[in-house]
């Protein structure tokens, strides 16, 4: 009898098991196959941390045992406390150590015994020596990367971080939402038949006295590709540095947008963005920009076509706001009837646990909006006749004589 109980206690614990746990192949956006315990009861996220909520659910954020805290407590504080009140937990979690600034720690990392470490595609390369240490201690390694910002790219990582903690559904959803508003936006600018407008975006983290970074094919400037922008840096930057003044003074830009976050509150000039940021002090650091030498005479400044946008939306699911937020301030009238605003609150009342309040995208003399009508909106734009190569090369040329 005893021996029956017994058979039958751990059959229904077999049965059970699978439910609590299942080794599966994670195929990461490197391509790498990696078995994993699903779900995951202890991970380990370098980056992406509201990507992983909105992905998972905020419920399954318990189950992240450390982070690099630095990411997110230091150079997003609004987000780390709106955040942090919600999900009190989030002040005793595990912290890595900053990858970037070379403080990361493999023992801490180890010590919290993670089922799986997920990191980003920059941390995977920049820690490439420990990943085989990491191996040899039965600690699976997977990638994500949200800062290609490809849809490709945004929907595979949301889809893996589902199926690591268990909820492809949800993941799904949101991954598909995401592709199906980028293809709205994409319909849209083929549809408006227009050369693409000429813009400059800038990280305004050191104010006007000095060019901070701009964007070539990575992040910011993946997303003017993506919405049909002519982006002028993408000729003297990769992925991310400065540009020459000079070099943007030859091409000067039909649209200009300055990033900040909240931690520009903290400089005199700096750009300041986001979680209780007042329009009137984003407003005003924002014409700081304007008054460069030499940037009266672009016609972003002439036409009042300068945005501010907040830089921590980028490189996640909730950039879909900020894709139509460019996208408009690209092609107006092709995007009358879209509210970037209200597609970032959206996305946080379905996907998060907060709602923030602050200020995350304006235009210049529109007071709180960004989405406001001036009589520069109505100038005729570029013929889709005209020749793309032809005005390329008069930008090159310009350049090139600035130069000698």
């Known amino acids: 009898m005893k021996a029956t109980l017994k058979w039958i206690i751990c059959a229904a614990w077999l049965a059970a098991a699978p439910a609590w746990a299942k ?3 994670v195929t990461d956006v490197l391509g790498r196959q990696v078995k994993v315990d699903v779900p995951a009861k202890r991970v380990v996220l370098g980056f992406y941390y509201p990507d992983y909520i909105a992905a998972t659910g905020a419920e399954n954020f318990k189950h992240v045992v450390g982070i690099s805290r630095e990411f997110w407590e230091k150079f997003n504080p609004g987000s780390w406390a709106l955040y942090s009140a919600k999900m009190p937990a989030l002040k005793q979690i595990g912290d890595i150590g900053n990858i970037d600034k070379g403080s990361f720690s493999f023992e801490k990392t180890i010590a919290l015994k993670p089922d799986v470490l997920i990191l980003a595609d920059w941390q995977f390369k920049a ?13 699976p390694v997977v990638v994500v990367d949200f800062n290609a910002q490809t849809v490709e790219r945004h929907t595979e990582s949301a889809k893996i971080f589902g199926q690591i903690a268990g909820t492809p559904e949800r993941a799904k959803q949101a991954a598909d939402e995401y592709a199906a508003g980028i293809e709205d936006i994409r319909r849209r600018v083929a549809a408006a038949k227009l050369l693409p407008p000429k813009i400059y975006i800038e990280f305004g983290d050191k104010g006007p006295s000095e060019h901070s970074y701009t964007f070539g094919k ?3 400037g993946a997303i003017a590709d993506t919405v049909g922008g002519d982006n002028v840096s993408k000729l003297f930057v990769d992925d991310w540095g400065a540009i020459n003044p000079e070099q943007l003074l030859a091409s000067p830009p039909d649209v200009v947008l300055i990033s900040g976050t909240e931690v520009g509150a903290n400089h005199p000039d700096a750009m300041t963005m986001g979680i209780g940021i007042t329009a009137d002090e984003a407003q005003k650091r924002l014409a700081g920009f304007t008054r460069r030498s030499g940037w009266q005479d672009f016609p972003a400044v002439k036409n009042r076509r300068v945005y501010g946008i907040y830089h921590t939306a980028s490189r996640s699911l ?9 996208a408009k301030a690209l092609y107006p009238a092709a995007f009358a009837d879209v509210d970037p605003e209200q597609t970032y609150r959206d996305f946080h009342r379905k996907y998060l646990p907060v709602m923030p309040e602050g200020t995350f995208f304006i235009r210049l003399g529109c007071g709180a909006q960004a989405d406001c009508t001036l009589p520069s909106d109505h100038a005729p734009a570029a013929a889709a006749s005209g020749n793309p190569l032809a005005a390329w090369f008069k930008r090159l040329w310009a350049w090139l004589s600035s130069r000698f």
Do not use: C, H, K
């Open 23 to 25: 080794v599966q192949t």
């Open 218 to 220: 990575n992040m910011w």
């Open 127 to 139: 820690l490439a020596d420990y990943i085989p240490r990491f191996e040899q201690a039965g600690i």
């Open 318 to 326: 909730s950039d879909l706001a900020s894709a139509q937020l460019m």
